[in-house]
């Protein structure tokens, strides 16, 4: 009499070997599933993501701070026109000798600071309106 698959799959016993090997090819499909497609990483890897999404924050940070200082100087529209009339490539230098990009207590400029900072005062039309009259009326 012929046993059906169930019988069969009940009476189905693998060796030690066919056991290992299954393990083993698992877990590497499963290394590669997550290495690959699973978004996974090695330690160096986080800890060199981790270290330039800091740098990142940090020039962000610093770029807003820039920017606020643009734009309640008293000047502000004028210097805007003048950062406008720079040439793209000597706009951070024109942003740093302004000294709009440092911070208090911080000897150098945060890298990539002043590229951030021209980046949004180049995308402005014109300088907001309330920032001026509130630094006016702090005064």
Do not use: H
């Amino acid at each position: 009499m012929e046993q059906t698959f169930s019988q069969r799959f009940d009476a189905y016993q693998p060796s030690k070997k066919l056991w290992f090997w299954t393990v083993v090819c698992a877990v590497v499909l499963t290394m590669i599933v997550g290495f690959t497609a699973g978004g996974w990483t090695t330690a160096g890897t986080a800890a060199e993501m981790a270290k330039t999404s800091a740098i990142k924050a940090k020039a962000e940070l610093a770029a807003n701070l820039c920017v606020q200082k643009f734009i309640t100087a008293s000047n502000a529209s004028d210097n805007l026109a003048k950062l406008k009339e720079t040439s793209s490539y000597q706009r951070d230098s024109f942003i740093s000798d302004g000294g709009w990009v440092k911070l208090a207590g911080i000897k150098k400029d945060v890298p990539g600071a002043a590229d951030l900072c021209a980046d949004k005062l180049s995308a402005m039309d014109t300088i907001p309106t309330n920032s001026v009259a509130q630094e006016n009326t702090k005064s």
